[in-house]
């Protein structure tokens, strides 16, 4: 597990990494290659059942972004292997993990998985889409239908195009560029059409340092703290009612 670095996670988790999508801006990809390639091989799915009880060695409480390096709902990895990691995130309660994936077929086929076994979701756990275009909205849709409300998070980053998402019963909306090479800053029109696409001003939103906010925004980008104790809040109020 590795520390946070000014993000809105405490760790990041891997005991799934790898992907058998084909992003060009994927920064995993690059940093796999640059980093990982030569001893571990191409960037595809792999399992690393060693690292699966990870957060129990951690005993302060934190926000985990669970599979930073890959996409848990990628076909490469099976259901008994995403079932243990559940397992592990419910059984670890201490802590809040957050999942984001760019694969909604996936996502909706282990939805139904869970739901023809009669299992839920770990109360501890919430799970998000990434969007980058337009044509990457029936991703939100997805989500909606997967993932119960109070627990669904949209990340739009890095943002390419302007994007007209409905937003109604998401909980957190990440908005950002792209940084690297290829960077790239959504201009403020782009982040004032997703800020209010949220008719009923629920969600919290968070504006990064790489998106050109409006002015008057401006006070969104202070809010990773805000998310942090969003997060924590949350989860610890699920544990008191389970207690």
């Excluded at 390096?69 to 990691?85: A, L, Q, T």
């Excluded at 699920?238 to 207690?243: A, D, G, I, K, N």
Aim: aromatic fraction near 12%; proline fraction near 7%.
């Amino acid at each position: 597990m590795n520390r946070g670095k000014g993000e809105w996670w405490d760790w990041t988790w891997n005991p799934f990494t790898g992907c058998n999508g084909g992003c060009d801006y994927c920064y995993a990809r690059a940093r796999w290659h640059l980093s990982f390639e030569e001893k571990c091989g191409p960037f595809k799915p792999i399992v690393w059942r060693d690292r699966f009880d990870e957060p129990c060695r951690k005993k302060t409480p934190a926000v985990i972004f669970t599979v930073s390096m890959g996409d848990f709902f990628d076909p490469g990895f099976c259901n008994g292997d995403r079932d243990e990691v559940l397992c592990m995130i419910g059984e670890c309660d201490r802590h809040a993990y957050v999942i984001l994936t760019k694969n909604e077929d996936g996502l909706l086929r282990y939805s139904r998985y869970l739901e023809a076994y009669d299992e839920d979701w770990p109360s501890n756990l919430w799970v998000g889409v990434s969007v980058t275009r337009a044509r990457d909205l029936s991703r939100i849709h997805a989500l909606k239908i997967a993932v119960p409300k109070g627990r669904r998070v949209v990340c739009f980053e890095p943002l390419l195009e302007p994007v007209e998402p409905d937003l109604t019963g998401i909980d957190w909306v990440m908005i950002g560029g792209m940084t690297g090479r290829q960077r790239f800053s959504p201009p403020p029109d782009w982040i004032k059409d997703i800020v209010f696409a949220d008719k009923d001003m629920r969600a919290v939103v968070w504006i990064k340092r790489n998106a050109k906010a409006p002015a008057y925004l401006g006070h969104l980008r202070e809010r990773p703290h805000e998310m942090f104790l969003w997060l924590r809040t949350a989860h610890r109020k699920q544990v008191l009612e389970r207690r």
